[in-house]
Nanobody
Framework: QVQLVESGGGLVQAGGSLRLSCAAS????????IGWFRQAVGKEREFVAS????????LYTDSVKGRFTISRDNPKNTVYLQMNSLKPEDTAVYYC????????????WGQGTQVTVSS
């Protein structure tokens, strides 16, 4: 199993920044990539960004391109999501998840961290 723990959420004003962290432990060698997802109240969970442990290939959803940056620290088994120019519509619970292969079917999830952006 892969255990994932998110941290770094909080309350920030519109235009502000936050950095989320996702620390992985356990069978991390079985993890191919880490993805960030978010779920706002009353909405379905949506993909935000992903990064492969090897090579660092990244992918973003259109609504965060140019504002969010995903990165990884392989020795620390940690993935970060730097969020700049935050908007109220970014308010959600943010989850990180681990995918075991290139099919990017995520099988392990963290408990989530709340991000609230006030206007």
């Amino acid at each position: 199993q892969v255990q994932l723990v998110e941290s770094g959420g909080g309350l920030v004003q519109a235009g502000g920044s936050l950095r989320l962290s996702c620390a992985a432990s356990g069978r991390t060698f079985s993890s191919y990539a880490i993805g960030w997802f978010r779920q706002a109240v009353g909405k379905e969970r949506e993909f935000v960004a992903s990064i492969r442990w090897s090579g660092g290939t990244t992918l973003y959803t259109d609504s965060v391109k140019g504002r969010f940056t995903i990165s990884r620290d392989n020795p620390k088994n940690t993935v970060y999501l730097q969020m700049n120019s935050l908007k109220p519509e970014d308010t959600a619970v943010y989850y990180c998840a681990s995918a075991p292969n290139f099919l990017m079917s995520y099988d392990y999830w963290g408990q989530g961290t709340q991000v609230t952006v006030s206007s």
